[in-house]
């Protein structure tokens, strides 16, 4: 569990590096918000999703250690890649290969790591590896503000590309494939499925449609928000770019990371009561979220607003962790992999790939009456997704335990 959360760490050090990068990208190559959203979310998002799907289905009767491995060679030589670029269209491509290279990462180590661990620890288990996204945006924000500041950002994406190759031969041979289902019922791992029972499976059961589309827009909000974060700081906050990267590396990987592992750990323990809470904790907390989101868009001491920051990232990621033990529970052990996805083709296109595209694109539209003060307003604008996100969960709670009745 811990080597694959190096691969999801590995996966946001790759996945959000552009995001610590795009003032200086933006001032070379002069970039609008709009191609900067485009480069840091839909661009990626696209081919990220989309072979998500075959690849999935792949690793579900295949051995997914090996995808995994494979996968993280190539996003990590993508984004080494990525540092060549000349313009636009190159930085384009580039991305567009990361996100080839990212899309066999999580579902198969997502199937994986429910094959490790019984069903009652498995969100606790899913929420660790998931805490790589915090580990992973404290590393590329840290690390990579540092050496772009000092050494260029092209430097940055070379020195936090090729680590990532070097790693990929570390999983290839310390990671054991576990035999698929062996945490489940008997025979579990022997039965078959068309991909036409996979879908009617998961789009058959009313919680998993609810939490997908929670996610995805709980996805949109934070990643329209939080890729915006460092322009943000320097913009309105004035702070320099070493500064916002290790400010912001630290607040994502205590607060995210805090919370993405307590959402998980807090929901197994929360089950014995209802089996519900799986819904109701990131409903509840999404809800909560939006008082210190304000603060942080419209609060003028800087100092405040970071510590506020550090809350709202806490709350605004407790969701993850229960919304991938929601969809592992609600299907059989060799639909996992494939499962996990589909979760994820939802939530990255309608959260990674429209969320910092459509905060650029509002940036863009609203500098010329808001002028600097354009992204606090396109903050707020996105901020209403959270609503939409936690009206979903709570209606997702009404079904999860009839439809978990059904998987028996």
């Known amino acids: 569990m811990f080597v694959l959360t190096g691969v999801y760490t590995f996966n946001f050090i790759d996945r959000q590096i552009l995001v610590i990068l795009q003032e200086p990208i933006k001032a070379e190559l002069?970039?609008?918000?709009?191609?900067?959203?485009?480069?840091?979310?839909?661009?990626?998002?696209?081919?990220?999703?989309?072979?998500?799907?075959?690849?999935?289905?792949?690793?579900?009767?295949?051995?997914?250690?090996?995808?995994v491995s494979i996968s993280l060679m190539v996003w990590s030589a993508m984004t080494a890649v990525s540092g060549l670029a000349q313009n636009?269209?190159?930085?384009?491509?580039?991305?567009?290969?990361?996100?080839?290279?990212?899309?066999?990462?999580?579902?198969?180590?997502?199937s994986i790591i429910s094959d490790y661990f019984e069903p009652e620890k498995r969100a606790t288990a899913l929420s660790i590896y998931s805490s790589g996204v915090y580990i992973g945006?404290?590393?590329?924000?840290?690390?990579?503000?540092?050496?772009?500041?000092?050494?260029?950002?092209?430097?940055?994406?070379?020195?936090?590309?090729?680590?990532?190759?070097?790693?990929?031969?570390?999983?290839?041979?310390?990671?054991?494939?576990?035999?698929?289902g062996r945490m489940d019922k008997a025979n579990s791992a022997e039965e078959q499925y068309s991909l036409q029972e996979v879908v009617r499976t998961l789009f058959g059961k009313k919680?998993?449609?609810?939490?997908?589309?929670?996610?995805?827009?709980?996805?949109?909000?934070?990643?329209?928000?939080?890729?915006?974060?460092?322009?943000?700081?320097?913009?309105?906050h004035g702070m320099e770019l070493q500064t916002i990267g290790i400010t912001l590396g630290i607040i994502a990987a205590i607060g995210g990371g805090l919370g993405t592992f307590l959402g998980g750990?807090?929901?197994?323990?929360?089950?014995?009561r209802n089996l519900r809470w799986y819904c109701w904790l990131p409903a509840l907390a999404i809800a909560i979220n939006m008082l210190p989101s304000l603060f942080v868009f419209f609060g003028a001491n800087t100092q405040a607003v970071l510590f506020?920051?550090?809350?709202?990232?806490?709350?605004?990621?407790?969701?993850?962790?229960?919304?991938?033990?929601?969809?592992?529970?609600?299907?059989?052990?060799?639909?996992?992999?494939?499962?996990?996805?589909?979760?994820?083709?939802v939530l990255?296109?309608?959260?990674?790939?429209?969320?910092?595209?459509v905060v650029g694109l509002l940036s863009d539209l609203l500098e010329p009456t808001f002028g600097q003060e354009a992204i606090r307003y396109a903050f707020l604008i996105t901020m209403l997704t959270s609503v939409i996100a936690a009206a979903l969960y709570y209606f997702g709670a009404r079904h999860y335990e009839d439809d978990i009745l059904e998987v028996g």
């Open 207 to 236: 919680t998993f449609v609810f939490v997908a589309l929670a996610s995805g827009f709980q996805a949109f909000n934070n990643y329209g928000i939080g890729n915006w974060l460092p322009s943000f700081l320097g913009r309105i």
């Open 88 to 110: 636009f269209m190159q930085l384009l491509l580039a991305r567009i290969g990361v996100g080839i290279g990212e899309a066999g990462g999580s579902p198969p180590s997502h």
């Open 348 to 357: 990255n296109i309608i959260g990674l790939g429209l969320g910092p595209f």
């Open 265 to 272: 750990y807090f929901t197994d323990r929360l089950r014995h």
């Open 30 to 67: 002069d970039l609008s918000d709009t191609q900067l959203g485009l480069l840091t979310g839909l661009a990626f998002a696209l081919l990220y999703v989309t072979l998500g799907l075959p690849i999935a289905r792949y690793a579900d009767s295949n051995n997914r250690k090996n995808v």
């Open 308 to 345: 506020v920051l550090l809350i709202s990232y806490f709350l605004g990621a407790l969701y993850l962790g229960p919304s991938i033990a929601i969809t592992h529970s609600l299907v059989p052990a060799q639909m996992r992999a494939f499962a996990s996805a589909v979760l994820f083709f």
């Open 137 to 180: 945006i404290f590393l590329g924000f840290v690390v990579g503000g540092i050496i772009a500041q000092n050494y260029g950002w092209r430097m940055a994406l070379y020195s936090l590309g090729i680590p990532g190759i070097l790693y990929a031969f570390l999983v290839w041979f310390t990671i054991k494939e576990p035999l698929k």
